[in-house]
């Protein structure tokens, strides 16, 4: 079965400060996507990322970056230098691959990482 | 481009009563989704079209729930009669073709709340 762990509920940091947020996932599938969304006190899912499980490469966009280890089974999120505006819930989710062997591709998500960032 | 699309918002009814949300995807999104958030919870999937064929729905609660997408396009969700236990937000998703796991793009949800 597949399944997300986000095993951080709450995170409270002050601005500036660096912030990781952890994501540990399960699958049985050789193939898969793996994503980050943001989602802000208005409710909508905002993506940040999509990677898939043969790409282990570490992506840096601006102050996000992110850290997939497949040895782990981890897909870790890290903002740099945090601002006010990056509080929001954060969702890590993971999609099943290839259409053709049944799979739908739909998400499984975590639980969320709530993350305030004070001024 | 315009995003994803859903309407009401908000919706507040009592518990036994029927309530309709709507949404319509982005333009030439081939696939669209149904999600139901708990507060406190990820996202959920209860249904999921591609074009207007049904390609998974394991998840919905058919004896009151239901949907609809007509001609490939908007999509309608219906919960008929509400339980207080069906209070969630309604996130509707579209991507693009199908062909593997697409990333999807969500509108702003309904968050509704069953009294």
């Known amino acids: 079965a597949q399944k997300v762990t986000q095993a951080q509920t709450e995170i409270s940091v002050v601005e500036k400060e660096d912030v990781t947020l952890d994501c540990v996932y399960e699958?049985?599938?050789?193939?898969?996507?793996l994503f980050w969304y943001k989602q802000p006190p208005s409710g909508e899912l905002v993506f940040l990322i999509r990677?898939?499980?043969?790409?282990?490469q570490n992506e840096i966009s601006g102050r996000y970056s992110w850290n997939f280890q497949k040895s782990t089974s981890s897909f870790n999120f890290t903002i740099t230098a945090s601002q006010v505006v990056d509080s929001a819930v954060y969702f890590c989710a993971l999609s099943e691959a290839f259409w053709d062997s049944g799979n739908t591709g739909k998400l499984i998500f975590g639980q969320g990482t709530t993350l305030q960032v004070k001024p | 481009e315009a995003g994803v699309a859903q309407s009401p918002r908000y919706k507040i009814i009592e518990k036994r009563q029927s309530v309709a949300f709507w949404c319509n995807p982005i333009s030439g999104h081939a696939t669209l989704y149904w999600y139901q958030q708990i507060l406190g919870q990820g996202p959920k999937l209860l249904i999921q079209?591609?074009?207007?064929?049904?390609?998974?729905d394991s998840q919905l609660p058919k004896d009151r729930f239901s949907a609809e997408r007509l001609k490939g396009v908007d999509s309608t969700l219906k919960i008929q009669p509400a339980k207080l236990e069906d209070s969630a937000v309604y996130l509707c998703?579209?991507?693009?073709?199908?062909?593997?796991?697409?990333?999807?793009?969500f509108g702003p949800g309904t968050r509704l709340l069953v009294l």
């Open positions: 699958t049985r599938d050789t193939t898969y996507y």
């Open positions: 990677r898939n499980s043969f790409d282990e």
């Open positions: 079209f591609q074009n207007n064929g049904v390609v998974d």
């Open positions: 998703a579209s991507s693009p073709e199908r062909g593997g796991p697409e990333t999807q793009y």
